[in-house]
T-cell receptor, first 115, second 112 residues
Framework: GAVVSQHPSRVICKSGTSVKIECRSLDFQATTMFWYRQFPKQSLMLMATSNEGSKATYEQGVEKDKFLINHASLTLSTLTVTSAHPEDSSFYICSASSGRYETQYFGPGTRLLVL | QKEVEQDPGPLSVPEGAIVSLNCTYS??????FMWYRQYSRKGPELLMYTYSSGNKEDGRFTAQVDKSSKYISLFIRDSQPSDSATYLC????????????FGPGTRLSVLP
């Protein structure tokens, strides 16, 4: 149980385009989903927290208009990187939690390369 | 002082060794403690999840929490090359809405 999927697993795009990443909880309802960014050999950096049906809470320094997060259902959250630039190239990982006393289960990550 | 500290390694051990991974923390409100394993280019995988102090064992893995010392450990017995990965500790308080706090991770290499 507690499986989280991400799609796509890898994406290459041109600078200036937008990229959407999906995060799905496959066998449980995720009241809260988290989006992280990870650079090579570095730890996870929390970007934002989203609760189903409400606006995401962004961490300090993360641009809301650049990283659009939608958590429209209890099993799906999306992260859209708008007008992507090479510096946005990174490994993006989502996680999901089913409740207050539950832990986070991570997706496999999405590797984004912006040319 | 960072909220959660963890030796980044790398830590290299021979196959079959007992591995000890540790984290210290400063927030006494933390109640939930987790260990994740992350292989290169993959998402973290939950290994152990404990509440408050005490020990928890699962196969070759044992998690220990000492809240009085603000210190948690993960022991890996009979380590295997497949255990080579980065190990992240994470913790949170009982305060709903409080996000998890992750350690920076320890890179472990188990040499055959």
């Amino acid at each position: 149980g507690a499986v989280v999927s991400q799609h796509p697993s890898r994406v290459i795009c041109k600078s200036g385009t937008s990229v959407k990443i999906e995060c799905r909880s496959l066998d449980f309802q995720a009241t809260t989903m988290f989006w992280y960014r990870q650079f090579p050999k570095q730890s996870l950096m929390l970007m934002a927290t989203s609760n189903e049906g409400s606006k995401a809470t962004y961490e300090q320094g993360v641009e809301k208009d650049k990283f659009l997060i939608n958590h429209a259902s209890l099993t799906l959250s999306t992260l859209t990187v708008t007008s992507a630039h090479p510096e946005d190239s990174s490994f993006y990982i989502c996680s999901a939690s089913s409740g207050r006393y539950e832990t986070q289960y991570f997706g496999p990550g999405t590797r984004l390369l912006v040319l | 002082q960072k909220e959660v500290e963890q030796d980044p390694g790398p830590l290299s051990v021979p196959e079959g060794a007992i591995v000890s991974l540790n984290c210290t923390y400063s927030n006494s409100a933390f109640q939930y403690f987790m260990w994740y394993r992350q292989y290169s280019r993959k998402g973290p995988e939950l290994l152990m999840y404990t509440y408050s102090s005490g020990n928890k064992e699962d196969g070759r893995f044992t998690a220990q929490v000492d809240k009085s010392s603000k210190y948690i450990s993960l022991f890996i017995r009979d380590s295997q090359p497949s255990d080579s990965a980065t190990y992240l500790c994470a913790m949170r308080s009982d305060n709903y809405g409080q996000n998890f706090v992750f350690g920076p991770g320890t890179r472990l290499s188990v040499l055959p």
